[in-house]
């Protein structure tokens, strides 16, 4: 077992309700990335903490639908709703980025994201500390991932 599996296994034990402060740690700098492109300052680092968050909202939706109620599920899928539809805008900036060196949202990739970051914060006080540090951890993991893959793709 690596490393990394072995704080999995942790984190998903610690069924403690999340302290409303690891929901503030969370959520800061979410929020202050997602102030950075309201305000045309966002850099590359902003940008991976945007995509973190769309990967951990999506992480938290499937969290919701496996508890398996009917109702966990239909907010689950609404949830995962939200996430879907910041993609593209994620992916827009990327490719702006990547195109300019300036990372600058339209009026609707902003709301999407807007949309995100409140839903992830409605969503992750509904969370254990286990499962937030989980999902957290996993929309990491993923986010480093697919910037190593972009870079080696640029390097090549």
Known sequence: MSYTDLLGTIYQADQRAADPSDNVAVMT???AAL???RAGECHPD???RLMEMNVTLAYSADLIVQRGTPETKALGHRVGQVSM???PALQALSERFANTRR???RAEELQALRDVANTL???TQALTR???LTVMRKAADVVEEATAEQRRKEAA
């Open 29 to 31: 700098g979410f929020y």
């Open 35 to 37: 102030d950075q492109l």
């Open 46 to 48: 902003g940008l991976m």
């Open 85 to 87: 539809k910041a993609a």
């Open 103 to 105: 990372i600058v949202a």
């Open 121 to 123: 914060d409605a969503v």
């Open 130 to 132: 286990g499962e937030l």
